[in-house]
């Protein structure tokens, strides 16, 4: 029978001492301690991560059912879901600035373009055609910027019509350029009815690079109303001839059948974009307008053409500050230099803008009295820079000087008998 140890006497207990060996541990300095500590943390941390990693593909792999999904392209539908709603809230913030124009043009017959490229206005008809275009609001007061080609020379009975379906026709003419290589013109509604007009915001057109997502908005075949295409910048830079649409006869340039323009340094985009569509943004996903859809190529798909906005900003705050539409105006003729005319011509640069020599009396390099002429530039004078900025393939002197106004003086590289040198210049003006 056992004994209970509470009975048991002082004499019946006995005491076990055990006796512990002590482990000397050598005391580390300050700099030891800190490497541990330090080889501790990072040992922690790659631990976490290697959980967090298994946990994080493990959640991924599975949707809330517990089915089993590929995550990648769990990731991919994201993506598209995220693109398509924020085209979709381009489309409602941009489309509220874009307009449908309608005009009548008078022509005296109709004709087949023959060029590869075409602009977007559409037309109809010989004698008086419909034409319909596209046109973005720049202006709270109702200014608007569009293409030339959709309010030539001799168009009438001008209307647009807003986003939301209300048509307004007391719509003037502000002015159009008169300079071949610039399809640009302004209109302004006189009379809003009430509705309120938002202007579009505007963009930096020399931040984009090609690869960048763009959105195209116009009027479609001139009625299908803020049509929404969205696409890439293929490139930049591009010269072309652009002549008037298939069938769509005369009227768009206001001269004869077969006209045609040379149009250079645009934005070429494979967004979809047809007939219909000149004059309208083209948008970053920023919501900004970066271009102005211009031309299409007819002999190919989804091979379109935008003026850079920054092309025209010059233009276009002039307009808002004065209300009237005239070009700066430097007075000469010149040649866009590639490698190809600079060797043919034997030059030491490769782009600019050639005066060329000429014997002509009726068309000098150099017109008489003009800016140019007073400012000392000469016959074989190549144009290397406008304040700094060089011309290349995508910029053109014209397309620089356009950023200004009548009456800036702008700074010009000059390579003369292979000497560089600096020749500044108060611009003049021309009508638009």
């Known amino acids: 029978m056992e004994k209970d140890s509470d009975n048991l006497t002082n004499k019946d207990k006995k005491t076990y001492t055990i006796t512990v060996p002590t482990i000397k541990v050598p005391k580390l300095k300050n700099e030891h301690r800190a490497k541990l500590r330090y080889l501790l943390i990072v040992i922690v941390f790659i631990l976490l ?44 913030t941009v489309g509220q600035s874009v307009v449908s124009i309608n005009d009548t043009i008078n022509s005296g017959g109709s004709s087949t373009s023959s060029s590869g490229f075409g602009f977007f206005g559409l037309t109809q008809g010989p004698v008086q055609e419909q034409a319909a275009g596209t046109g973005i609001i720049i202006s709270s007061n109702g200014l608007i910027i569009t293409n030339r080609h959709v309010v030539p020379a001799g168009a009438s009975n001008v209307s647009v019509t807003l986003s939301n379906g209300v048509q307004l026709k007391n719509v003037s003419v502000v002015g159009r350029s008169s300079n071949p290589s610039l399809d640009i013109a302004f209109l302004k509604i006189n009379n809003a009815k009430g509705q309120k007009l938002v202007p579009a915001v505007i963009g930096n057109s020399s931040q984009m690079q090609v690869g960048d997502p763009v959105v195209a908005i116009g009027n479609a075949l001139g009625q299908f109303q803020n049509t929404v295409t969205s696409g890439i910048i293929s490139g930049y830079g591009r010269n072309i001839t ?174 003369r008998n292979n000497k560089y040198i600096n020749i500044n210049v108060k611009l003049g003006s021309i009508g638009g």
């Open 242 to 415: 652009a002549s008037s649409s298939s069938g769509s006869g005369t009227g768009l340039f206001g001269s004869s059948a077969g006209s045609s323009e040379n149009l250079s340094d645009l934005f070429q985009t494979d967004a979809a974009i047809n007939e219909g569509n000149s004059g309208g943004p083209l948008v970053n996903l920023n919501g900004q307008v970066i271009g102005i859809n211009t031309a299409i190529a007819g002999n190919a798909q989804n091979i379109g053409f935008a003026i850079p906005i920054n092309d025209v900003k010059g233009l276009i705050s002039q307009v808002l500050k004065t209300g009237k539409f005239v070009l700066p105006y430097l007075g000469i003729r010149y040649i866009p230099l590639t490698p190809d005319v600079a060797n043919q011509y034997k030059l030491s640069v490769q782009f600019g803008a050639f005066i060329a020599p000429t014997n002509s009396t009726s068309q000098p390099s150099i017109a008489s009295g003009s800016p140019a002429a007073n400012a000392g530039l000469q016959p074989g004078d190549v144009i290397t820079a406008v304040n700094g900025t060089k011309i290349n393939e995508s910029n053109s002197l014209d397309s620089l000087l356009y950023q200004y106004q009548p009456g800036d003086v702008v700074h010009l590289s000059v390579l």
């Open 49 to 92: 991560g290697i959980l967090s990693g298994f946990g994080g593909a493990w959640l991924e792999s599975r949707n809330s059912s517990g089915t089993i999904i590929n995550g990648s392209l769990s990731n991919q539908k994201k993506i598209v879901t995220s693109d398509s709603q924020l085209i979709s809230e381009i489309a409602k």
